[in-house]
C-alpha cells in the first residue's frame, strides 16, 4: 500500500449480500493488519438529502422524481458533500471500503433509460461525478453478481425480518432490477473507471483470499475470483 490507502467499492443488486461481504471483508483486511474504513451510499444519517427533497419540493430541481437525470444528480451531490471525509480516511487508512459508490447511479439510472440511450448516460454520470464534482476515483470495484431473482427473494425476506425497512421504489421493481444486473455486468466487462472483479454471491466468496488480493499479495484483477 502507498501513503493513500485504497478505495474498493462493492457493488450489486439489492438483496445482492453487499452488506454481508463488506462486513467479512473488513474483518479479513484487519486480521491482515490493515487499517479499514468504510461508509455506504447514500448516506441516511446526513442531512443532505433533506436539503435536496426539499429543493425539489420547491421546483429547484425539476421533476426530480420522475427525471432519471434529477435523481441521479440528487445521489451525485451526496457523494460530492462527502468527498472531503472520504479523501481523510484514504489518508488514514490503507483500505476504504464503500458499499455503492458512483456505478451504482450508472447502473441504476441506466436501466431506467432506453437501452440506446445507456452508454452515453454512463458517461455522463462518470463526467459529473469524477469530472465535474472530482470525487476520489475507485481503485477496483467488486461486483457481487447473483441472478436478479435471488436478489429479490434477499431482499424481501430482509424487509420482513428487519423491522422499519421498506423497500425503495428501485427494489421493488423486478425489471428495474434484471435490467440493472444487466447494465452492471457491462460496466464491469468495459472496466468501468477502474478495474472491477465479478464475484459469484451464490457460491460464496472467500473473504481472506480477497482481502490477500486487496492487499497486493496477488494482483486483485488478475484472477476474477469465483467463490
Ligand atoms: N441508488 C443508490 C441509486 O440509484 N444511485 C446511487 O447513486 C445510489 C448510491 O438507491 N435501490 C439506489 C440503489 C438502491 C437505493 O440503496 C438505496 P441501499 O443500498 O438500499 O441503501
Known amino acids: 500500500m502507498g501513503a493513500v490507502g485504497a478505495l474498493v467499492v462493492v457493488e450489486g443488486l439489492d438483496g445482492a449480500g453487499k452488506r454481508t461481504l463488506t462486513d467479512a471483508l473488513s474483518t479479513a483486511l484487519a486480521a491482515r493488519g490493515a487499517r479499514v474504513a468504510r461508509t455506504a451510499f447514500p448516506r441516511y444519517d446526513d442531512d443532505v438529502h433533506a436539503e435536496l427533497v426539499r429543493d425539489a419540493l420547491y421546483g429547484r430541481l425539476g421533476d426530480l422524481s420522475g427525471s432519471v437525470h434529477g435523481m441521479t444528480l440528487l ?87 428487519e423491522a422499519g425497512r421498506e423497500r425503495d421504489t428501485y427494489e421493488s421493481d423486478g425489471g428495474l432490477q434484471e435490467r440493472t444486473g444487466a447494465v452492471y455486468a457491462g460496466l464491469a466487462a468495459a472496466s468501468w473507471v477502474a478495474p472491477w472483479t465479478v464475484l459469484d454471491g451464490v457460491a460464496g466468496v472467500d473473504a481472506d483470499a480477497l482481502a490477500a488480493r486487496l492487499l497486493g499479495e496477488e494482483p486483485v484483477s488478475a484472477r476474477p475470483a469465483h467463490g
Open 75 to 161: 445521489f451525485a451531490l451526496d457523494r460530492r458533500a462527502a468527498g472531503p471525509l472520504l479523501r481523510a480516511d484514504l489518508e488514514a487508512h490503507d483500505v476504504v471500503l464503500v458499499d455503492r459508490y458512483a456505478a451504482s447511479a450508472a447502473a441504476y439510472g441506466a436501466a431506467r433509460l432506453h437501452q440506446d440511450a445507456a452508454g452515453e448516460f454512463v458517461e455522463w454520470v462518470r463526467e459529473l461525478e469524477f469530472g465535474r464534482f472530482g470525487i476520489p476515483v475507485p481503485d477496483h470495484h467488486l461486483l457481487l453478481a447473483v441472478p436478479h431473482a435471488v436478489a429479490a427473494d434477499r431482499a424481501a425476506h430482509r424487509e420482513r425480518t
